[in-house]
């Protein structure tokens, strides 16, 4: 079965700009969440949506949106991109039921030039 | 904050059992203990999670002591493709109190390297 899908693996981009990373999750899964780890971090929580609709947001400014579409896939958006905004941006997927674990994918290295 | 207290570091010699100790005095009695595992370069590995009997699955063992302050990874026969490290995290399933959204707060976790 596949797992979790993130595209692009990687992506460069200049400040200012605008990036948009995608993520599918397992098959039957209805919860998609989002987190964020810079070099040397643990993972920090950016957000966590489940049949479509956000059910959690972490400590991210507003330039940070999400959303997640009828197949349950979903969109990470960072506008007026940083040179701090440069890290491994990681897509979980879960059930999203009870004690069920999320289970990630394997990132999209975001460099901000 | 991260609610778990794991030791910075730790060693083993490949074939040899790899017990990873986590402190978690503050969970509540809703919340459950998750490990992950992150190799370099990729995403986090889910490896197993329990409420309060012990686990085991087809790669690790978890042992929650009876009071659930701390529990113990266990790899049974560490090879060096374990080295890692791995995330001892506290969380309350899904919907729990109708708010709970299954969020993972990661420390920095126990960085394991197994030798040859």
């Known amino acids: 079965d596949a797992g979790v899908t993130q595209s692009p693996t990687h992506l460069i981009k200049t400040r200012g700009q605008h990036v948009t990373l995608r993520c599918s999750p397992i098959s039957g899964h209805k919860s998609v969440s989002w987190y964020q780890q810079v070099l040397g971090q643990g993972p920090q929580f950016i957000f966590q949506y489940y049949e479509k609709e956000e059910r959690g947001r972490g400590n991210f400014p507003d330039r940070f949106s999400a959303r997640q579409f009828p197949n349950y896939s979903s969109e990470l958006n960072v506008n007026a991109l940083l040179l701090g905004d440069s890290a491994l941006y990681l897509c979980a997927s879960s059930i999203g039921t009870g004690s069920s674990p999320l289970h990630f994918g394997n990132g999209t290295r975001l460099t901000v030039t | 904050d991260a609610k778990t207290t794991q030791p910075p570091s730790m060693d083993c010699a490949e074939g040899r059992a790899a017990n990873l100790p986590c402190n978690h005095s503050?969970?509540?009695?809703?919340?459950?203990v998750y490990w992950y595992r992150q190799i370099h370069s990729q995403g986090p590995q889910y490896i197993i999670h329990?409420?309060?009997n012990n686990e085991t699955n087809e790669m690790a063992s978890l042992i929650i002591t009876e009071d659930r302050k701390s529990s113990t990874l266990i790899l049974p026969h560490a090879t060096l493709r374990d080295t890692a490290v791995y995330y001892c995290i506290v969380r309350v399933g899904f919907g729990a109190g109708g708010t709970s959204y299954g969020k993972l707060t990661f420390g920095q976790g126990t960085i394991l390297t197994v030798h040859p």
């Open positions: 329990g409420l309060k």
């Open positions: 503050t969970i509540s009695g809703n919340e459950y």
